[in-house]
């Protein structure tokens, strides 16, 4: 794949798409598959990463700790590492994260509207 120069008019566009949209900003903090997904199981309570990784089956472990990385990277989600034998890592969500909880939720709920519809409840061609 080749790389994008720094100079280029996407890059360029999309910084000041982030620095103009909140939608943007956001969704370059939370988008993807596995971060919501993640924030979501954060947000009802602290977990540790093997809790994470039962609760999430179908996530690789690079993607776990990928995403687990750069949410604390952009402070939704904090580490908190005890100095012990075994490692006790405990990840918990931040304000900026819980902050982002009505919109978590919101998405869900219109996963299961859709889900309903789809199921054959509502669901029309």
């Known amino acids: ?28 903090k939370i988008g993807g598959y596995w971060k919501t997904i993640i924030l979501c199981y954060l947000i009802s309570g602290p977990k540790r990463y093997g809790e994470l ?3 999430i089956p179908a996530i690789t ?15 939704l989600i904090n580490r908190k590492a005890e100095d012990i034998v075994p490692p006790y890592v405990v990840y918990s969500v931040t304000q900026p994260g819980e ?7 919101g998405n869900g709920w219109m996963g299961n509207k859709g889900q309903r519809k789809v199921g054959g409840l509502h669901h029309q061609h």
């Open 53 to 55: 990784k039962r609760l």
């Open 1 to 28: 794949m080749a790389k994008v120069k720094e100079s280029s008019t996407r890059t360029y566009n999309k910084g000041i798409a982030e620095m103009t949209c909140p939608i943007t900003h956001v969704m370059n």
């Open 99 to 105: 902050d982002l909880g009505p919109g978590i939720a």
């Open 61 to 75: 472990e690079k993607m776990l700790i990928q995403h687990l990385k750069q949410l604390q990277e952009d402070n």
